[in-house]
């Protein structure tokens, strides 16, 4: 999948029409997406994150949400203090 639009730094859509809301904590490793940026979304196993999205070109994988849900403040809080 490619990026439709990324001007929200916390949401991206894909050229699928699908919005996913990107976990604060992984902000950063989506500074370097390109339109052209080449992405796989995977099923989570994790608590913070229903799904996350992969680089394919590098691998890197960012903790993503549906964009019309919400992370708990404890969720992301627990998240960005155990790293």
Request: charged share 30%.
């Amino acid at each position: 999948m490619k990026i439709r639009t990324h001007a929200e730094s916390h949401v991206v859509e894909l050229d699928d029409g699908s919005l996913w809301k990107i976990f604060p904590g992984d902000l950063a490793t989506t500074l370097s997406w390109k339109p052209e940026t080449d992405l796989r979304l995977e099923r989570s196993a994790e608590r913070t994150s229903s799904h996350v999205l992969v680089n394919t070109a590098d691998q890197s994988r960012v903790r993503v949400i549906p964009a019309d849900e919400t992370w708990s403040d404890g969720e992301v809080k627990n998240a960005l203090r155990d790293g």
